[in-house]
């Protein structure tokens, strides 16, 4: 069974600058979930999907980042424009349910800001 | 919301020691305990998880352990191997609220 799909896998950018990152979950999974991880520190919920709907975006900063999930499948997250705090690992993970379901993540972006 | 405590933030233990990682959780609603194994350059895996309705669950030479009164969660993992080193993150997931809260990680390292 292929995992979480993720790209790119490295990205550098200036501030201010716009940067997009696409996640493809495992095939049927309805519930699809976009983490950040900052340098030292565990991963935070920044959006989750179940389908194409969303559930939970209460910690998404929406004056910059938007995110959206065509078809309920491919997921794509979004920042613009960039800020040097948002360098961090961006993290997909998807599951075949929502609460109490093991969640599955992909290898990660990891976004530099400069 | 829920916030979940993880202590040590590091641990250095020689092969074939056990190593203990402690989590701490906030809303007594809590009912998911998962525990995730992060290594360089890679995202999150799950190695064990535990209900609220269960006070051990064991794999092999992984344990988790959890005290719903106290409302705190441990992960023990027997005779240590070089291959264990890496980052633990403890988690709690509240039914309904559909999200996992991740503690801030403990990096193991195993001394050969």
């Known amino acids: 069974e292929a995992g979480v799909a993720q790209s790119p896998r490295y990205k550098i950018i200036e501030k201010r600058q716009s940067v997009a990152f696409w996640c493809n979950p495992i095939?049927?999974?309805?519930?699809l979930y976009w983490y950040q991880q900052i340098l030292g520190q565990g991963p935070k919920l920044l959006i989750q999907?179940?389908?194409?709907?969303?559930?939970?975006d209460s910690q998404l900063p929406k004056d910059r980042f938007s995110a959206e999930r065509l078809k309920g499948v491919d997921s794509t997250l979004k920042i613009q424009p960039a800020k040097l705090e948002d360098s961090a690992v961006y993290l997909c993970a998807s599951s075949f349910g929502g609460a109490g379901n093991t969640q599955y993540f992909g290898p990660g972006t990891r976004l530099t800001v400069l | 919301g829920e916030n979940v405590e993880q202590h040590p933030s590091t641990l250095s233990v020689q092969e074939g020691d056990s190593a203990v990682i402690k989590c701490t959780y906030s809303?007594?609603?809590?009912?998911?305990f998962p525990w995730y194994k992060q290594e360089l350059g890679k995202g999150p895996q799950l190695i064990i998880d535990?209900?609220?309705?269960?006070g051990e669950k064991k794999d092999q030479r992984i344990a988790v352990t959890l005290n719903k009164t106290a409302k705190h969660f441990s992960l023990h993992i027997t005779e240590t191997q070089p291959e264990d080193s890496a980052v633990y993150f403890c988690a709690a997931s509240v039914q309904g609220a559909q999200k996992l809260v991740f503690g801030q990680g403990t990096r193991l390292t195993i001394n050969p």
């Open positions: 535990i209900r609220s309705n269960v």
């Open positions: 809303d007594s609603a809590s009912n998911y």
């Open positions: 095939s049927g999974h309805a519930t």
């Open positions: 999907f179940q389908n194409n709907g969303v559930v939970d």
